[in-house]
């Protein structure tokens, strides 16, 4: 909500002064929600896992010529532990399903998924024993890229869908930081 300046107060000469902002001047008010939710959607670390073709799709999104980098998104990560969004690029077998599931459960909340491309999808032309019928089947999925290969744009489009989804999420909590001691993290065993 925006509200007009009326005075500006320094409390103290260690408070920095903001060089842009006079009075009469706009001030925006967010809630803690909005705060949370833009500093996520526009920081989005996707996991590193191509499983078929449309992973070479993927990898081009970073490339200079598409640069998601321009979305906050360009940082690509190697482990779950440090990614919050899963693009399922390619066909997913069955026999790949168990590691696909855990892999997102190593991922640290909250965290979401693109499903990129008709085999992640559906299965796409694969309609056989091997292949699931739709990686909705083993992860919770936001956003479904369509295509085979969906081109590196249809992808950061769908990069684009999930950030505005990102953008109306309710109900973030605050992470409260409250001491440990030792014996609370250790079991007593251990410490004996
Ligand atoms: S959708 Fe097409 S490009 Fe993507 S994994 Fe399937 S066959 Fe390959």
Redesign the pocket.
């Known amino acids: 909500m925006p509200k007009r300046v009326e005075t500006i107060v320094l409390h103290d000469s260690s408070t920095p002064v903001i060089g842009d902002i006079q009075t009469g001047g706009v001030v925006k008010l967010l809630s803690i929600d909005s705060l949370l939710n833009q500093a996520r959607a526009h920081s989005l670390w996707p996991l590193t896992f191509g499983l078929?073709?449309?992973a070479i799709e993927m990898m081009s999104t970073v490339a200079s010529r598409f640069d998601l980098a321009r979305f906050g998104s360009e940082a690509f990560r190697a482990t779950p532990r440090q990614a919050d969004v899963m693009i399922i690029a390619?066909?997913l077998s069955k026999k790949m399903a168990p590691v696909l599931r855990q892999i997102y459960d190593q991922m640290p909340e909250p965290k979401w998924v693109i499903s990129m491309?008709?085999?992640a999808s559906s299965g796409?032309?694969y309609n056989n024993y091997a292949i699931v019928q739709g990686a909705d089947q083993v992860v919770p999925v936001d956003v479904y890229v369509p295509g085979?290969?969906p081109s590196p744009d249809a992808l950061i489009y769908g990069v684009l869908k999930l950030q505005e989804k990102i953008k109306t999420r309710k109900g973030n909590k605050l992470i409260e930081l409250t001491p440990r001691t030792l014996e609370q993290d250790m079991p007593a065993e251990v410490l004996a």
């Open positions: 078929a073709c449309c390619g066909r491309g008709a085999c796409g032309v085979c290969p």
